[in-house]
């Protein structure tokens, strides 16, 4: 509560009321700056690109997005496939990671990560969470610092539904990929609702789309879970295909895309079953804090 206190400069009282806001309707935060901005939903402007960098409000929807279920489950299993997939530490960026709770969680498990995230807020924060647990956190002052096929992994996690061009930010996250390596990524592009203003209703069309997001860049699907939560993709050349298969998976990621891609035309039932996984497990308390 603090920590947040200090970076919003608002007293503990707001910060509990805001919090608590968000606890029960998660998203609301973000739709309430919105309307004061002025900004229509929806729809990418350069009054959003502001939005992302000077508000405060995706610090509450971050928080609170972060102790829901789906989103520790989602975090668990991407530390127990980096485990299984490389014998040691890896390289790994982390872009658009918020509070840096995915980037604690992985550097905590004993991998180098680096980090870039747009918003000045979560940035001042997760350098708090960070320090907090005896960490440091390296981050890029912007996308032009990523290096190029220097990273063994990056993770891209609920960012791709928010950019104006989803298949030019994947061509840039794959160019920062060495030869082999995996970009997870997580990007429910159907779920364009009230608590999720600033999904873009253009980007619904890549739902469940590999072809137009991924192909073009050399990246071919091996592993993940159901409903792409997360997807896992190997940087590889065309024609030698993926140097790993992960048996039992094909199928599976197969009829999740197919799934996937009926939310370009009718995602009320995809829209349904992800605020219903998103449900926030905890009551409120206090110190409202993300527990791994």
């Given at each position: 509560m603090e920590l947040v206190a200090e970076v919003t400069d608002e007293p503990q009282e707001e910060v509990q009321r805001r919090l608590r806001k968000e606890h029960q309707r998660l998203g609301s935060n973000v739709w309430e700056e919105?309307?004061?901005w002025g900004i229509e939903p929806y729809v990418w402007s350069d009054k959003l690109v502001e939005f992302y960098s000077k508000t405060d409000a995706f610090l509450y929807e971050s928080l609170v997005w972060n102790r829901t279920a789906k989103k520790n489950q989602m975090r668990k299993w991407i530390g127990e496939f980096l485990a299984r997939d490389f014998?040691?530490?890896a390289k790994i960026l982390t872009y658009g990671d918020g509070l840096g709770f995915d980037s604690l969680y992985l550097t905590k498990a004993g991998h180098d990560v680096t980090s870039f995230e747009v918003s000045e807020k979560?940035?001042?924060?997760?350098?708090?969470?960070?320090a907090r647990a005896g960490e440091t956190l390296r981050i890029l002052g912007s996308p032009e610092e990523v290096e190029e096929e220097a990273y063994d992994v990056v993770v891209c996690l609920d960012v791709l539904e928010h950019v104006p061009d989803p298949p030019g930010l994947v061509g840039q996250l794959a160019g920062a990929l060495r030869r082999g390596g995996?970009?997870?990524?997580?990007?429910?592009?159907?779920y364009v609702a009230w608590n999720v203003v600033t999904h873009l209703r253009a980007?619904?069309?890549?739902s469940g789309d590999l072809v137009r997001l991924y192909t073009p860049h050399g990246l071919t699907p091996i592993d993940g879970q159901f409903f792409w939560d997360p997807l896992v993709l190997e940087?590889?050349?065309?024609?030698?295909?993926?140097?790993?298969?992960?048996?039992?998976?094909?199928?599976?990621?197969r009829w999740s895309g197919l799934l996937l891609s009926v939310g370009r035309f009718w995602p009320l039932p995809h829209i349904w079953v992800a605020k219903l996984l998103s449900k926030v497990e905890k009551e409120y308390k206090h110190e409202l804090w993300i527990e791994e």
């Open positions: 919105m309307q004061r014998a040691g530490p979560c940035v001042k924060l997760a350098k708090s969470v960070f995996r970009l997870i990524v997580h990007a429910p592009f159907f980007n619904k069309k890549y940087k590889c050349d065309r024609n030698a295909g993926p140097r790993n298969r992960f048996a039992g998976r094909e199928v599976l990621l």
